[in-house]
Protein backbone atom coordinates (compact mmCIF):
# COMPACT_ATOMS: atom_id res chain seq x y z
CA UNK A 1 0.00 0.00 0.00
CA UNK A 2 1.23 3.52 -0.72
CA UNK A 3 2.02 5.97 1.63
CA UNK A 4 -0.51 8.24 2.04
CA UNK A 5 1.44 11.55 2.79
CA UNK A 6 3.95 10.46 -0.31
CA UNK A 7 0.63 10.10 -2.58
CA UNK A 8 -0.80 13.36 -1.81
CA UNK A 9 2.76 14.98 -2.74
CA UNK A 10 2.60 13.32 -6.11
CA UNK A 11 -0.57 13.81 -6.77
CA UNK A 12 0.21 17.41 -6.45
CA UNK A 13 3.15 17.24 -8.75
CA UNK A 14 1.07 15.86 -11.13
CA UNK A 15 -0.97 19.36 -11.41
CA UNK A 16 2.28 21.02 -11.31
CA UNK A 17 3.85 18.75 -13.92
CA UNK A 18 0.41 19.37 -16.17
CA UNK A 19 0.62 23.01 -15.67
CA UNK A 20 4.38 22.97 -16.98
CA UNK A 21 2.94 21.22 -20.37
CA UNK A 22 0.68 23.85 -20.66
CA UNK A 23 2.99 26.58 -20.18
CA UNK A 24 5.22 25.05 -22.73
CA UNK A 25 2.60 24.86 -24.76
CA UNK A 26 1.58 28.27 -24.33
CA UNK A 27 5.18 29.54 -25.45
CA UNK A 28 4.85 27.51 -28.06
CA UNK A 29 2.01 29.39 -29.52
CA UNK A 30 3.66 32.57 -28.49
CA UNK A 31 6.87 31.70 -30.39
CA UNK A 32 4.36 30.55 -33.50
CA UNK A 33 2.74 33.43 -33.42
CA UNK A 34 6.23 35.22 -34.29
CA UNK A 35 7.13 32.97 -37.29
CA UNK A 36 9.88 31.29 -35.38
CA UNK A 37 8.83 27.66 -35.73
CA UNK A 38 11.92 26.23 -34.20
CA UNK A 39 11.77 27.63 -30.90
CA UNK A 40 8.09 26.61 -31.23
CA UNK A 41 8.85 23.34 -31.78
CA UNK A 42 11.54 23.52 -28.53
CA UNK A 43 8.94 24.25 -26.55
CA UNK A 44 6.03 22.08 -28.27
CA UNK A 45 8.40 18.93 -27.23
CA UNK A 46 9.48 20.37 -23.21
CA UNK A 47 5.40 20.30 -23.20
CA UNK A 48 5.28 16.37 -24.82
CA UNK A 49 7.99 15.94 -22.10
CA UNK A 50 5.77 17.32 -19.09
CA UNK A 51 3.24 15.21 -20.20
CA UNK A 52 5.25 12.13 -19.84
CA UNK A 53 6.84 13.80 -16.55
CA UNK A 54 2.81 13.45 -15.23
CA UNK A 55 2.26 10.38 -16.33
CA UNK A 56 5.63 8.68 -14.83
CA UNK A 57 3.52 10.07 -11.23
CA UNK A 58 0.86 8.92 -12.25
CA UNK A 59 1.19 5.48 -13.39
CA UNK A 60 3.69 5.14 -9.99
CA UNK A 61 1.03 5.73 -8.12
CA UNK A 62 -1.33 3.45 -9.71
CA UNK A 63 1.59 0.54 -9.49
CA UNK A 64 1.79 0.57 -5.92
CA UNK A 65 -2.57 0.44 -5.29
CA UNK A 66 -2.67 4.34 -4.83
CA UNK A 67 -5.51 6.51 -5.78
CA UNK A 68 -5.01 9.50 -8.58
CA UNK A 69 -6.44 12.68 -8.12
CA UNK A 70 -6.74 14.95 -10.67
CA UNK A 71 -6.39 18.67 -9.86
CA UNK A 72 -7.50 21.70 -11.48
CA UNK A 73 -4.62 23.19 -13.79
CA UNK A 74 -4.07 26.72 -13.81
CA UNK A 75 -4.01 29.01 -17.26
CA UNK A 76 -0.49 30.27 -17.93
CA UNK A 77 0.92 33.23 -19.08
CA UNK A 78 -0.05 33.77 -22.78
CA UNK A 79 2.03 36.74 -24.01
CA UNK A 80 5.80 37.99 -23.03
CA UNK A 81 7.63 40.89 -24.06
CA UNK A 82 10.42 39.49 -26.51
CA UNK A 83 11.86 36.36 -27.19
CA UNK A 84 14.54 35.87 -24.26
CA UNK A 85 11.45 36.35 -21.81
CA UNK A 86 10.00 33.03 -22.13
CA UNK A 87 13.51 30.95 -21.82
CA UNK A 88 13.85 32.70 -18.53
CA UNK A 89 10.31 32.04 -17.31
CA UNK A 90 11.21 28.03 -18.60
CA UNK A 91 14.66 28.14 -16.08
CA UNK A 92 12.45 29.80 -13.25
CA UNK A 93 9.75 27.27 -13.62
CA UNK A 94 12.47 24.47 -14.09
CA UNK A 95 14.30 26.04 -10.78
CA UNK A 96 10.42 26.22 -9.18
CA UNK A 97 10.22 22.10 -9.77
CA UNK A 98 13.38 21.09 -8.68
CA UNK A 99 12.63 22.83 -5.42
CA UNK A 100 9.41 21.02 -5.58
CA UNK A 101 10.84 17.32 -6.56
CA UNK A 102 13.57 18.14 -3.28
CA UNK A 103 10.48 19.02 -1.03
CA UNK A 104 9.17 15.19 -2.17
CA UNK A 105 12.40 13.38 -1.86
CA UNK A 106 12.70 14.93 1.90
CA UNK A 107 9.09 13.79 2.53
CA UNK A 108 9.67 10.28 0.51
CA UNK A 109 13.22 9.43 3.04
CA UNK A 110 11.35 10.83 6.46
CA UNK A 111 8.54 8.58 5.46
CA UNK A 112 10.99 5.75 4.87
CA UNK A 113 9.26 4.88 1.54
CA UNK A 114 11.73 2.85 0.22
CA UNK A 115 10.02 1.82 -3.13
CA UNK A 116 9.14 5.69 -4.16
CA UNK A 117 13.24 6.36 -3.66
CA UNK A 118 13.94 5.52 -7.09
CA UNK A 119 11.51 7.06 -8.47
CA UNK A 120 12.18 10.64 -6.79
CA UNK A 121 15.91 9.88 -7.81
CA UNK A 122 14.99 9.80 -11.69
CA UNK A 123 13.31 13.46 -11.22
CA UNK A 124 16.07 14.94 -9.44
CA UNK A 125 18.85 13.80 -12.22
CA UNK A 126 15.91 14.90 -14.63
CA UNK A 127 15.91 18.22 -13.24
CA UNK A 128 19.79 18.99 -13.22
CA UNK A 129 19.05 18.16 -17.25
CA UNK A 130 16.30 20.37 -17.44
CA UNK A 131 17.65 23.53 -15.72
CA UNK A 132 20.99 23.26 -17.61
CA UNK A 133 19.03 22.72 -21.19
CA UNK A 134 17.11 26.06 -20.75
CA UNK A 135 19.87 27.98 -18.71
CA UNK A 136 22.00 27.27 -21.98
CA UNK A 137 19.46 28.59 -24.59
CA UNK A 138 19.11 31.93 -22.05
CA UNK A 139 22.63 32.52 -22.11
CA UNK A 140 22.49 31.95 -25.99
CA UNK A 141 19.76 34.52 -26.53
CA UNK A 142 21.39 37.01 -24.28
CA UNK A 143 24.80 36.54 -26.33
CA UNK A 144 22.95 36.82 -29.63
CA UNK A 145 20.78 40.05 -28.76
CA UNK A 146 18.76 41.22 -31.50
CA UNK A 147 21.48 39.47 -34.42
CA UNK A 148 18.70 38.73 -36.55
CA UNK A 149 20.95 35.93 -38.81
CA UNK A 150 21.96 34.77 -35.20
CA UNK A 151 18.38 34.41 -34.59
CA UNK A 152 17.94 32.50 -37.44
CA UNK A 153 20.41 30.37 -36.84
CA UNK A 154 19.62 29.29 -33.49
CA UNK A 155 15.58 28.94 -34.29
CA UNK A 156 17.15 26.12 -37.29
CA UNK A 157 18.80 24.88 -34.69
CA UNK A 158 15.44 24.52 -31.85
CA UNK A 159 13.81 23.38 -34.62
CA UNK A 160 15.63 20.15 -34.96
CA UNK A 161 14.70 18.70 -31.31
CA UNK A 162 12.55 15.51 -31.41
CA UNK A 163 10.48 13.67 -28.78
CA UNK A 164 13.26 12.04 -26.48
Not at 8 to 15: E, H, K, L, P
Not at 25 to 31: C, K, P
Not at 114 to 138: F, G, H
Request: glycine share 4%; net charge negative; with cysteine.
Amino acid sequence: MMNEKVMSAMNTQINEEFYAAYLYLSMSAYYESLGLAGFANWMRQQSKEEVEHAMKFYDFIYERGGEVALLPIAQPKLKWENILEPFQDAYAHEQKVTKFINKIADLIYQEKDYASQTLIQWYIDEQIEEEKSTLEICDALKMIGDDKAAIYMLNKQLGKRIED
